[in-house]
């Protein structure tokens, strides 16, 4: 087993290794469900998307991940922790076409991490509010031979059904071992208050086209309306509003870019009543307005 930059040099070889034999720099959707391999020959700028619990790891270059208010610098021989699915917006920083951003998302089996939470024993500290549900991490020793081994396993893919799921409970033990094992315990298992934001954020997810109150959240999370406010922010770092907000904005851009849509029949369809108010918003968060966003957009990033 390799450890430290050795380790990391390794991951960055099999990233390029995998991404030399693909069209384009990335990202790339590999044929192991949830492992996404990225790469890019210069820095970009910010990208709005949906992140879903993961780890994402940077082996060459560096990037900005930030969601609401609060922003995770991380560069290669680390990787950012994402243990809640929240909006985000996502910048590499450090890349060229001789020293090209690598990186890999491994998105998170929840089935899978509570498993290894169970049998390992590993039990969250009690807490009275809600962990960030994201961190920085560094990438070093058997962590980051997990997952070299699984970049790896993409090179056979006979391996892929029985080897896959093993590597993934090793990829969940150590970080589960790890500094911020027991913030990211109590998210999966949802003990104290996290697992009633989560339920609400879920519903939020399910009901974002619709008016949904604070009120009505913080009844489905059996919290006064100030406490749940106070704890979705220490959780996802935007207010209930914002993250609504940005889900309504994400999707409609989907609509105009994926599907055609015009910028009237996307603000309807994500719930907007007024056209103007939708391309203020939209105007705000994504830095032009959406009709000439839509047309510039080839396609929507949504992995950062």
Known sequence: MQHGNSTIEDIAAALRQYADRQAGEGPYITAIEGVIILRSFCAKPPSHSILKPALCVVAQGAKWTSFGDKRFQYHAGQALVVSVEMPSVGRVIEASPDAPFLGVII????AIMRSVIEEADIFPDKCDRAHC????????????????????????????????????????????????????????????????????????????????????????????????????????????????????????????????????????????????QFSREYSRMFGMAPKRDSVKTKHLVTIT
């Not at 998105?107 to 929840?110: I, Q, R």
């Not at 970080?175 to 911020?180: A, M, S, T, V, Y």
Request: charged content about 20%; some cysteine.
């Open 133 to 276: 549900g994201a961190a920085v991490v560094d990438l070093n020793g058997a962590l980051a031979d997990s997952v070299l081994r699984l970049i790896r396993l993409l090179d056979t893919p006979r391996a892929w059904s029985t080897l896959a799921p093993m590597i993934r409970r090793e990829i969940c033990y150590w970080l589960l071992d790890g500094p911020h094992g027991a913030d990211i315990a109590q998210v999966v298992l949802g003990s104290n208050h996290s697992m009633s934001i989560i339920n609400a954020i879920q519903n939020l997810r399910e009901r974002f086209c619709e008016t949904v109150s604070i009120a009505e959240l913080a009844a489905i999370a059996r919290l006064g309306p100030s406490a749940f406010h106070r704890r979705f922010k220490e959780l996802t770092s935007l207010t209930p509003l914002q993250y609504q907000k940005q889900l309504r904005l994400l999707e409609a851009r989907r609509l105009m870019v994926s599907e055609g849509a015009n910028v009237e029949t996307a603000a309807f369809e994500v719930g907007y009543e007024s056209p103007s």
């Open 107 to 110: 998105e998170f089996d929840s």
